[in-house]
């Protein structure tokens, strides 16, 4: 299964030695591409966008870089608003162009991470064995195993609690609004009330078995 990220996890990956970007919903990690070209002006408006979503670059309905004809020529050319960036041909004929790169970065799979969460989840995780409170970031599509995992830093017995909303324990194989956990953002969007204050709380109850995962 491929791995889901929030925006947020992309935003942290910010820098040419570490780039990540996101487009058409999937999480790419350029930092190969910008070691292979350190230096080169075309790297500019990558490095630019690092830890961005650059899906406005590309035409969702070919998943290639958007095209333009251009009235001088009369020829198709990328539009690339943001200056020219690799493996984009220059706009006039040109000796040092290099076409033997292979595939255009944005065509190589290599690249791919994983899945860009289409809705994120904020969920508060109370302990009531210790009563510690967190509240995480996670992704609308991850299962309540997934969330678990990412509470693990928090507290590596996690797995050692039964996990309860609303007192009704939760199927760890499904996600929170399979599990009847409602996500309500619009609702708090419309009424101009803060989300995060008012994120599910999921309450953990101590079972006496010291599960490490």
């Known amino acids: 299964t491929s791995i889901l990220y929030t925006p947020r996890e992309v935003s942290r990956h910010s820098t040419a030695a ?21 230096g080169d002006i075309l790297l500019k408006p990558i490095i630019e966008s690092a830890g961005k979503d650059i899906s406005h670059w590309f035409n969702p309905k070919t998943g290639d870089i958007k095209t333009f004809i251009d009235p001088q020529t009369g020829c198709l ?3 690339t608003p943001q200056g020219r960036f690799l493996h984009i041909s220059p706009s006039y004929p040109s000796s040092d162009w290099d076409t033997d790169f292979g595939r255009p970065w944005w065509r190589d799979p290599s690249y791919e991470i994983g899945i860009l969460s289409a809705k ?5 995780i109370i302990n009531t064995l210790t009563s510690q409170e967190h509240t995480l970031e996670g992704c609308s599509e991850e299962t309540i195993w997934e969330i678990l995992r990412r509470y693990l830093p928090y507290n590596a017995h996690a797995a050692s609690y039964t996990w309860k909303y609303c007192g009704v324990p939760l199927n760890m194989d499904l996600t929170l609004e399979e ?3 409602k996500d309500e953002d619009d609702e708090f969007e419309e009424l101009k009330i803060d989300s995060d204050l008012y994120a599910a709380s999921i309450h953990l109850y101590f079972n006496d078995d010291l599960t490490e995962l």
């Open 18 to 38: 570490d780039l990540w970007v996101s487009y058409l919903g999937r999480v790419y990690d350029l930092t190969p591409l910008a070691g292979q070209y350190k």
């Open 77 to 79: 050319r990328y539009c």
């Open 120 to 124: 994120t989840r904020t969920v508060r």
């Open 179 to 181: 599990n009847g956990v």
